[in-house]
């Protein structure tokens, strides 16, 4: 079948303008399929890892969004004291928006000697000894590098808080590229936060190996519960899912989206080989003359649909998978943010998925095309 591809290619540009609104049709649906494909995938890497399991949320009971929530700095240090806690860190939570926003900026202000204890940070350009020094430093990641243009020694503002980049990070989850990490005391210090030297938004805590997490969070909330201030500690996980449970339904919806351009694809495709195969009864009539099986004019007529299928799935899978490195998009709602994925998996789901559906939109042209009689077809205007 190799040797007939010019004859394929031919026919493909014979008609290059149908061709080419054909393969512009397929991109753009397989664009879509691809960024939603993105969003979920991001979702699911979301809780993975050995360090979120043993990760434990202490937050203020009765509150949602973090800016709302104040603890006092000190339960961090009775709770490190506590059996099966390796570490508790308290953390200060800043962002520009605490609704869903695809340009969520999240600031968490941590003492700077934990930092590198419980995040798991690789650091591309700067130096951990400027941003220990230096005030008002912070480690930005590098997808929100990206989306605002973020280079080191940058002066970078968000309201009244206003920080110096002195290093930009990448993570073995991408999720935490879209975070600010900076000084907890100079996050509790800043201009507009009234009473907040002292408290902190929440308490992360890293379990030590055999904790029961579900025994630990019980034995928090009860250690606070006649205090002024209750808490509600929840696994890291089981937090992050709550904080964005209304983005979990709107992407599980667009999962049905997804379907539908693989469903544009097949019918684009689909319609366009028909059409060719149309425009071409006296040739293939013509061709089993020559002495051509009707296989071989089944197979010449599937590979045509499969070329413009594949053609389409490549530009549209490529330029979003480009789009989605460059930008290091991500879509968050109360200060936890979900990473579009950019992974290998991902193209390769694509293009499989182009690659189906470009054979099952060419079965019935070229069973039509291949079992037409030669008679009938040779009078056909």
Same mark, same amino acid.
């Given at each position: 079948m190799w040797k007939f591809l010019p004859y394929i290619a031919k026919n493909l540009w014979r008609n290059r303008t149908r061709s080419a609104l054909t393969?512009?049709?397929a991109a753009v649906a397989m664009f879509v399929f691809t960024f939603v494909g993105s969003v979920q995938e991001g979702l699911a890497n979301l809780n993975?890892?050995?360090?979120?399991e043993r990760s434990l949320i202490v937050f203020q009971a009765n509150r949602f969004c973090p800016s709302t929530s104040r603890l006092p700095e000190e339960h961090a240090r009775i709770l490190a004291k506590m059996p099966g806690i390796e570490e508790a860190v308290p953390i200060k939570v800043f962002m520009n928006n605490c609704?869903?926003? =695809? @340009?969520l900026v999240v600031f968490?202000?941590?003492?700077?000697?934990?930092?590198r204890k419980v995040r798991d940070l690789n650091l591309v350009s700067g130096d951990w000894s400027t941003y220990e020094k230096q005030r008002d430093a912070a480690m930005v990641g590098q997808a929100l590098a990206r989306r605002r243009s973020l280079a080191i020694g940058d002066r970078f503002s968000i309201g009244e808080l206003t920080v110096t980049v002195a290093g930009i990070f990448t993570a073995a989850n991408a999720a935490d590229e879209s975070f600010i990490y900076t000084h907890l005391e100079f996050l509790q210090r800043m201009r507009g936060m009234k009473n907040s030297v002292g408290t902190v938004t929440?308490?992360?805590? =890293?379990?030590?190996?055999?904790? @029961?997490?579900?025994a630990m969070c019980r034995s928090i909330d009860e250690k606070f519960r006649t205090g002024a201030i209750q808490t509600d500690t929840r696994p890291k996980g089981v937090?992050?899912?709550r904080a964005v449970g209304d983005l979990v339904d709107l992407i599980g919806f667009a999962h049905y989206l997804g379907y539908?351009? #693989?469903? =544009? #694809? =097949?019918t684009l495709v689909g319609t366009t080989t028909l059409m060719a195969v149309q425009d071409r009864v006296r040739e293939h009539a013509v061709l089993q003359t020559l002495g051509f099986s009707w296989q071989r004019i089944f197979g010449l007529v599937l590979v045509e649909s499969l070329t413009v299928s594949l053609t389409g799935g490549v530009v549209g899978t490529g330029l979003a998978l480009a789009i989605l490195s460059w930008k290091g998009l991500a879509v968050g709602s109360e200060g936890v943010t979900i990473a579009f +994925?950019? +992974?290998p998996l991902l193209a390769v789901i694509g293009l499989a998925a182009t690659s189906i559906v470009g054979l099952a939109a060419g079965i019935v042209p070229a069973w039509t095309a291949a079992r037409a009689e030669i008679v009938e077809s040779l009078r056909s205007i």
């Open positions: 393969i512009s049709g993975r890892g050995s360090q979120t609704r869903a926003s =695809l @340009d968490h202000g941590m003492p700077a000697e934990k930092l929440q308490i992360e805590i =890293l379990l030590a190996e055999g904790t @029961d997490a579900k937090f992050q899912a539908a351009c #693989v469903a =544009l #694809v =097949l +994925s950019t +992974s």
